[in-house]
Nanobody
């Protein structure tokens, strides 16, 4: 079983930046995909970015392309989401997630996710 702990959320003005961090523990995760999902008010949960175990392959939702960057830490059990040029529509709870496969490609939910961190972007 994998435990995921997120940090880095908070309030920010439109146009600002935030960096989310997630640390995984409790299981062998080097072969897993890790990523970030967003639950915006009144909307379905969306995978905004994901990365494979060695950082060689990434995925971005259209809403995140050009503004968000996902990366792995040196220890491979940490994933970051750098969010720039934030917009009010980026507001939501951001969940770190992991799975053995690329869950977003199949429209399914990841195997494990954390408690989430709130991001609030004001105009």
């Amino acid at each position: 079983q994998v435990q995921l702990e997120e940090s880095g959320g908070g309030p920010v003005q439109a146009g600002g930046s935030l960096r989310l961090s997630c640390t995984a523990s409790g299981s062998t995760f080097s072969s897993y995909y890790m990523g970030w999902l967003r639950q915006a008010p009144g909307k379905e949960r969306e995978t905004v970015a994901a990365i494979n175990w060695n950082g060689a392959s990434t995925y971005y939702a259209d809403s995140a392309k050009g503004r968000f960057t996902i990366s792995k830490g040196n220890a491979k059990n940490t994933v970051y989401l750098q969010m720039n040029s934030l917009k009010p529509e980026d507001t939501g709870v951001y969940y770190c997630a992991t799975d053995q496969g690329d869950w977003w490609a199949y429209g399914s939910s990841p195997q494990s996710w954390g408690q989430g961190t709130q991001v609030t972007v004001s105009s």
